[in-house]
């Protein structure tokens, strides 16, 4: 179950909520284009946002990924019943600096 | 409707876009090996009416289904009803336009007809397939507006369009002229220019990051672009010089409020630095105000023959094709990133497949072509025409250079020379 948390909101006015030890946005009632886009990519690019986010969303959004991929970003996708997905997005480790051979 | 089943498959826009690299091509090198025919051109089949269908028809119009084909089902949630006509559509229509520039260039009217018999079959299909989804899809108001009315407005170019191939072998117009203005009016700022300010609506803010621009004012932009377009047809085709005047006064209100809008999202959007595509579009958006400019001083009869030869020049060259050149450039890598996230494994970034470096040297070139051809088309003089056919075919090679690195790096060589990722 989400509840609020005293977050600033992300594209001007979609509430951050927090959810099983994670923030997470629930986009399922926004269906202007780009707007589920800019809010994930707000609420990523946040420095406190921590290593995991959760989505829950209508629609596959399917320009999001290209993004991600640019902010180090990696993500899973689980569908429920009624058609919308839930997306886990987890900030890749980076690469341990190659040891000088 | 399941993860990858939005994401078409990828040759349906791949093949209107390859085509449009093509004729991008074929453009410039008409326009360099035929410079005498652009630099004075005055309708007439000739190299230079198939120098601008090349462009209109091979260019602009083949890289609008592309990008509505992709991008339509994806922005509103409906699907494409069929991706089977939307194949079709391609086999009518890009054969059917390198058949009916071939007659526009050699002055012959049969395969004039044929190809224009054929694009207007592949177009009806494209027009009804898009026009399903944006029926569909009414919510979202500024795609649904302009589009449906983008559409309407290429059922009326394609029939003056046909009407005009008719009268080339017939001769039944009255007023062939003002026919031939009227369809350059109507398929320029109708069918491509309400369709490029409708899917800025949605790439503008997608590309920056940015919130959208907000309905009201998206409502008074279409408003007075419609208007804008239906003074300036209906001037210009009874010679009511006043009306088509108003009418690029009202379009230049239509841009200004449009323009306004697409710099709040670029100056307020997340990601500040768009590169090299950026100085297109904004280029594009410069180009858009000029020509208008140009189209309302013509119509208040201070320019001679020069004046609608600009104004088409600096409408379907400056504005729509600088325009559509820095959308396809933050297109290409973007689709090619988001086709390879459907095979399974890490995809490369975007920004690793659009290098800086080619896309300044192809920007440098496109320039340099509208200046010199601008200026020949001014002076009525063909050299300057004809360094700026070259310019623009060196430009177009290089672009086409671009492109096919993509394709190459996603589905040529996957993994050899991409970096893997963790």
Known sequence: MSETVKRAPVASDVPVLWDSGALCLDLRGIDTPPKPLVAIVELIERADTGDSVRVLIARDPINLYPELLERGWSWSKEFAEDGSLRLTLTRDVPEPPESGR | ?422
């Not at chain 2, 920056?208 to 047809?233: D, I, K, M, N, Y």
């Not at chain 2, 070139?365 to 623009?392: C, F, S, W, Y």
């Open chain 2, 1 to 422: 409707m399941g993860a990858q089943a939005r994401l078409l498959d990828p040759t349906i826009p791949y093949r209107y876009f390859a085509a449009a690299l093509g004729f991008h091509i074929l453009l410039w090198a008409l326009i360099a090996a035929f410079p005498e025919d652009a630099a004075v051109f005055a309708g007439g089949s000739g190299p230079a009416l198939a120098a601008l269908h090349s462009l209109t028809l091979g260019v602009l119009t083949a890289t609008a289904m592309g990008a509505a084909f992709q991008m339509l089902p994806v922005a509103t949630g409906r699907p494409l009803r069929s991706t089977r006509a939307a194949r079709i559509a391609s086999w009518f229509f890009i054969p059917g336009t390198g058949l009916l520039i071939w007659g526009m260039a050699a002055g012959e009217h049969l395969p004039m007809a044929l190809g224009g018999f054929a694009v207007a079959l592949g177009l009806g299909i494209f027009l009804v397939l898009i026009s399903e989804i944006l029926w569909r899809a009414r919510g979202f108001e500024p795609l649904g507006r302009f589009g449906l009315t983008a559409l309407a407005a290429l059922l009326v170019g394609v029939a003056l369009g046909f009407v005009l191939i008719m009268d080339d072998d017939h001769g039944f117009l009255d007023q062939r002229a003002r026919t031939a203005a009227v369809h350059l009016i109507v398929a320029g700022f109708g069918f491509m220019g309400l369709l490029a300010l409708g899917f800025s609506h949605v790439l503008v803010p997608l590309f920056a990051l940015a919130q959208g621009v907000p309905a009201g004012e998206s409502r008074a932009t279409f408003a007075l672009s419609a208007l804008g377009l239906v003074a300036g047809a209906a001037g210009v085709y009874h010679g009511v010089w006043f009306l088509a005047a108003g009418g690029a006064f009202f379009g230049l209100l239509g841009a200004a409020l449009h323009l306004r809008g697409m710099a709040r999202c670029l100056a307020t959007g997340m990601r500040k630095n768009l590169g090299v595509s950026a100085l297109l579009l904004r280029a594009g958006w410069g180009f858009l105000v000029t020509s208008l400019i140009v189209g309302l001083v013509t119509a208040l009869g201070f320019f001679e023959m020069q004046g609608p030869r600009l104004f088409a020049f600096l409408a379907l060259f400056g504005w729509l094709l600088t325009f559509l050149l820095g959308v396809l450039q933050r297109i290409l890598p973007f689709l090619g990133s988001m086709n390879a996230t459907g095979a399974g494994t890490k995809p490369p970034r975007p920004s690793e497949l659009a290098p800086e470096g080619l896309l300044r040297a192809h920007a440098l070139l496109h320039a340099l072509a509208l200046v010199l051809v601008g200026t020949g088309i001014g002076m009525e003089a063909a050299l300057p025409v004809r360094l700026g056919g070259i310019a623009g075919l060196l430009g177009a090679v290089i672009y086409a250079g671009f492109a096919l690195r993509i394709w190459w790096l996603i589905h040529g060589r996957p993994h050899a020379t991409i970096k893997e990722r963790p």
